[in-house]
């Protein structure tokens, strides 16, 4: 053999076991089953599929769950994991749908909404696959999601996304977006599929008020508030000065824009009775001038380069030595979202919901996030959901 073949066997040899090597980690991360402990609340859980037919059998399809209170009531439905690489999401909903009992109304959640971006990750990054939060048992572990599903799901990209109805031209990785796809449609792209899911439920089980938790970067002026539109105002101007004045964290509210499609603030309210409301708590893991893309920094949110940046100012929310540890973006969405609910319920009496039992910032922040997760091997065999 001459040496020149020598060399390319050597590394064909070389390339295949890198493939092989980070081709079954992907796999592993694509397939890796979360188990969820249904809380005492949760009276009934289908499946999205049961409202937007196409998911059947699809990575797109998610558990949704209902916590219905023995009195009658309004309805909020609290949505999770639009964007999967926004982790402070996922774990406020679970800590809802592990711990609150309804007394009144109805609770729905939603907290693998893109469960096919949740299944997806970014090796160019330099993302973690997962990422772990410690409990009074053990530790959760959790997938590190990507703000997009995954092409292996929905695929090939267009050169531009259409938006349906409205025809604007959006970037084309947003046709895997679910904060571009509302209000989507039963037999468009499958993520157009999964926002069309969420607005049956609104329109078959009457939804009031919807919650979307997201997390932005400490460089982007949207961070720390609740985008709302104009007929979510009112309730998100009193629920922000509350939190404000009664919690001490900083919040503010911003003005859902009307000329840009696609958002779930945006297109909820326009098509639907209910009133929407986007969440935002600081995501420094999200900036673009960070050190390495480690589970600590996503924890923890402490960054020498984004601390040198907030001394010059350049940072849309206070920063300091503390970072932006996860208790507290939780912390705040948690207080936030029971706000909501008061605010609404204060506006309508007919439509009041009553929950207990799921704590608020200051809480969060003595316990840990974790304090309020249970074990599911403790816990009933039919309690537990695996996604
Ligand atoms: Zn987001």
């Not at 084309?172 to 792209?189: E, H, I, Q, Y």
Request: with cysteine; aromatic share 10%.
């Amino acid at each position: 053999m001459s040496r020149e073949w020598a060399i390319k066997s050597i590394l064909l040899f070389v390339i295949t076991i890198i493939m092989i090597t980070a081709g079954l980690q992907l796999y592993n991360h694509r397939h890796y089953k979360m188990p969820i402990v249904a809380g005492p609340g949760v009276t009934k859980v289908v499946k999205l599929s049961d409202y937007s037919e196409g998911l059947k059998g699809t990575m797109a399809d998610t558990y949704v769950y209902f916590l219905e209170g023995k009195e009658k009531g309004g309805t909020m439905l609290i949505i999770a994991n639009t964007h999967a690489n926004e982790p402070a999401a996922i774990l406020t909903a679970l800590l809802f749908l592990e711990n609150a009992v309804v007394d009144k109304g109805t609770l729905i959640i939603l907290p693998q909404f893109n469960n096919s971006a949740g299944r997806n990750t970014r090796p160019g990054d330099g993302y973690p696959l997962y990422f772990e939060i410690p409990t009074d048992w053990g530790s959760k572990k959790f997938r590190m999601g990507n703000r997009d599903a995954s092409p292996l799901d929905q695929w090939p990209d267009p050169d531009v996304y259409v938006h349906y109805p409205d025809k604007q031209l959006l970037s084309f990785l947003d046709v895997r977006n679910t904060n571009r796809t509302w209000p989507g449609r039963a037999n468009g792209p499958l993520m157009e599929q999964v926002t069309y899911g969420a607005m049956q439920i609104m329109k078959e089980e009457k939804v009031d008020i919807v919650v979307d938790i997201h997390g932005a970067e400490t460089m982007f002026p949207v961070t720390n508030c609740i985008v709302a539109p104009d007929k979510s105002m009112r309730i998100a101007t009193m629920t922000s000065l509350t939190v404000k004045a009664r919690e001490r964290f900083e919040n503010h509210v911003e003005p859902s824009p009307s000329g840009f499609r696609g958002l779930s603030h945006r297109e909820i309210g326009d098509y639907e009775d209910t009133l929407p409301f986007l969440l935002e708590a600081p995501l420094p893991f999200l900036d673009q001038p960070t050190g390495p893309k480690t589970v600590d920094l996503l924890l923890d949110g402490k960054d020498p380069f984004l601390l040198s940046l907030s001394k010059k100012r350049r940072l849309f929310v206070p920063y300091d030595e503390t970072g932006w540890p996860m208790e507290k973006r939780v912390g705040q969405h948690c207080s936030v979202t029971l706000e909501l609910i008061r605010q609404f319920s204060r506006k309508f009496p007919d439509r009041t919901i009553t929950i207990r039992s799921v704590p608020r910032y200051a809480e969060v922040l003595k316990n840990g996030v974790g304090h309020y997760y249970h074990d599911p091997a403790k816990a009933d065999k039919d309690d537990v959901y695996f996604n």
